[in-house]
């Protein structure tokens, strides 16, 4: 397993690829605050378009750690992960999952009687 500094690096120089971009080398899906993603399993792969709050998640964190140890961190262009697709998809749909049950509000509220 990767320690801080080391996971604080990696993101650091992905964030370096999020916002330093040259408009012709960012394909037109990959919008502000969103960056390319490849997961990769022997010879299947396909691309992702991932939200940068993902960082923020342990389950993609750790993701970005095995791609990180697999392929280094030093290139450009979409980050490669070495996972199956689906894998990839079921971390992002957790993700999701969570973000909503967060960000809803109850549809109740409880008011103190005196």
């Known amino acids: 397993m990767l320690?801080?500094?080391t996971i604080s690096v990696m993101l650091e120089r992905l964030q370096k690829m999020l916002f330093v971009?040259?408009?012709e080398g960012v394909p037109e899906d990959v919008k502000e605050g969103?960056?390319?993603v490849i997961a990769v399993d022997g010879y299947k792969e396909r691309r992702f378009v991932v939200n940068v709050s993902y960082l923020k998640h342990d389950s993609?964190?750790?993701l970005?750690?095995?791609?990180?140890?697999?392929?280094g961190f030093d290139h450009e262009g979409a980050?490669?992960?070495?996972?199956?697709?689906s894998e990839l998809e079921r971390v992002m749909a957790?993700?999701?999952?969570?973000?909503?049950?967060?960000?809803?509000?109850?549809l109740f509220t409880f008011a103190k009687h005196h």
Do not use: D, G, T, W
């Not at 970005?64 to 392929?71: I, V």
């Open 64 to 71: 970005l750690e095995r791609a990180a140890e697999e392929y």
């Open 3 to 5: 320690n801080k500094s």
């Open 94 to 106: 957790q993700q999701e999952v969570q973000e909503k049950m967060f960000s809803c509000k109850p």
């Open 21 to 23: 971009r040259n408009i």
């Open 60 to 62: 993609f964190v750790k």
């Open 79 to 85: 980050v490669v992960i070495p996972c199956r697709p």
């Open 34 to 36: 969103h960056f390319a």
